[in-house]
Structures are given as structure tokens and as C-alpha cells.
Nanobody, 120 residues
């Protein structure tokens, strides 16, 4: 099984930047599509960014132009560069990935999240 671990969260002032990482480890054959989601207290989880195995990306309008998703396949790590942060970006950020296991079956894995707090 794969383990996804997010890191890079923290406290930042409005207008600042953070770079989140999502590192995959464990037993697996391949990390396919990777995504970032976020969730604020009392709200539904919101999709933030997606990157396919060939590097195609997409974002919702709420973060487009401010957030950039990327990946390093050699390191089995995904990244989320967040610029021009706003207080409303304060959330727990989660990554997930479509993983091809050693048995060639594909499943969805989630990390446990990292807190991002943006002060005004």
C-alpha cells in the first residue's frame, strides 16, 4: 500500500506564499493522477488542483492564476505552489492520487492533510 504525506503547511500573512508537498512512499507500481483538495471547518471538501501523469493540469476559478500544481515523478512527489494567499484560503489541504499497486490494480489514496492558515 502507498502512504501519502503532505507537508509545507503553516501560518502565512495574506499575500504570502507557501509550497506544499505530497510524498508517496510504500509499495506501489506507479502514481498516476494527483490532486489537491482543501477543507475548511464546517465546509465540504473542495477540489483545488489536478495533474495527470503526463503533466496536464487544471484548477477551479477560485485558485487559478494563484496556485500551481506540479510533480516530480522520480521522487514520487507532488507539489502545490500557492501564491497571493488570502484569508479564505485557510484550510486543511489534502492530496490524493490514483495509485497502481503491485498487483496492477488501481486505487485512490489520500494523505492526512496539512494545515494552512492565512492571517489578514
Amino acid at each position: 500500500q502507498v502512504q501519502l504525506v503532505e507537508s509545507g503547511g503553516g501560518l502565512v500573512q495574506a499575500g504570502g506564499s507557501l509550497r506544499l508537498s505530497c510524498a508517496a512512499s510504500g509499495s506501489f507500481l506507479r502514481i498516476n493522477t494527483m490532486r489537491w483538495y482543501r477543507q475548511a471547518p464546517g465546509k465540504q471538501r473542495e477540489w483545488v488542483a489536478i495533474i495527470t501523469s503526463d503533466g496536464s493540469t487544471s484548477y477551479p476559478s477560485s485558485v487559478k492564476g494563484r496556485f500551481t500544481i506540479s510533480r516530480d515523478n522520480a521522487k514520487n512527489t507532488g507539489y502545490l505552489q500557492m501564491n497571493s494567499l488570502k484569508p479564505e484560503d485557510t484550510c486543511v489541504y489534502y492530496c490524493n492520487a490514483d495509485v497502481t499497486g503491485s498487483n496492477l490494480r488501481t486505487y485512490l489514496a489520500w494523505g492526512r492533510g496539512t494545515q494552512v492558515t492565512v492571517s489578514s
